[in-house]
């Protein structure tokens, strides 16, 4: 079990569930935000979810760790704030580097004109070139 800050929460407090309930006082005692359970091993997960979901009422959410995990990024990425600004930090992020790789190329294509002028006046076709000029690249 590991702690550690996140986007949503800078800080964690571990406690029992008394003093939570003491210091939390608009919590009722009973309430159940999550709860795990750790199977034995070779228990077949998916007929022990059907099992649990079979008696569970219909508002209580039964997943697999995977499946919450996958829950949690949605819910962050659609939510919150925090999905978006990162994809937006991405897309930037892709522009700006596009940008730079492009003034790159120009630069080094300028430089080199009449070097390319020379191989396209020795018959050398455009693809040829532009794999010259792409191989720069890696």
Do not use: C
């Not at 964690?12 to 003093?19: E, K």
């Not at 730079?100 to 430089?111: A, K």
């Not at 020795?122 to 191989?135: H, N, P």
């Amino acid at each position: 079990f590991k702690l550690s800050p996140t986007f949503g929460i800078n800080a964690y407090l571990v406690t029992s569930d008394v003093n939570f309930l003491r210091m939390a006082n608009f919590r009722q005692p009973g309430l159940i935000d999550v709860g795990v359970i750790k199977l034995q091993p070779g228990a077949d997960v998916s007929k022990v979810l059907a099992e649990i979901r079979s008696r569970l009422p219909n508002d209580v959410k039964v997943m697999t760790k995977a499946e919450h995990a996958k829950a949690e990024v949605a819910f962050w990425n659609a939510s919150t704030p925090v999905g978006y600004t990162f994809d937006l930090g991405v897309v930037i992020a892709f522009i700006v580097g596009a940008i730079i790789v492009y003034q790159i190329l120009y630069s080094d294509v300028t430089d080199h004109l009449p070097e390319y002028a020379t191989l396209k006046a020795m018959g050398f076709r455009d693809r040829y070139l532009l794999v010259v000029v792409f191989s720069g690249v890696f």
